[in-house]
């Protein structure tokens, strides 16, 4: 049969883990979010810079797509 004490020691013990196990997974967890926002804020920023160009190609002029016709 256990102690008493012997008990509580190893309930201690236990949260203690626990505890610690918590920190860590929140830490690792943090950690993902952060390399995904900085993930998104460069995504946005690559589509911005995209918009701008094509923005810029359209006010240069395009050459006609298909066949040229010779008149005889």
């Given at each position: 049969?256990?102690?008493?004490?012997?008990?509580?020691?190893?309930?201690?013990?236990?949260?203690?883990?626990?505890?610690e196990?918590?920190?860590?997974?929140?830490?690792?967890?943090?950690?993902?979010?952060?390399?995904?926002?900085?993930?998104?804020?460069?995504?946005?920023?690559?589509?911005?810079?995209?918009q701008?160009?094509?923005?810029?190609?359209?006010?240069?002029?395009?050459?006609?797509?298909?066949?040229?016709?010779?008149?005889?």
């Amino acid at each position: 049969m256990c102690h008493p004490v012997d008990k509580v020691s190893l309930l201690q013990r236990e949260v203690k883990e626990l505890k610690e196990y918590m920190e860590e997974v929140f830490t690792d967890q943090n950690d993902i979010r952060e390399d995904t926002r900085l993930q998104l804020e460069l995504i946005n920023q690559t589509l911005a810079e995209l918009q701008v160009r094509s923005k810029e190609r359209e006010k240069k002029p395009r050459p006609r797509i298909g066949f040229v016709r010779y008149d005889e």
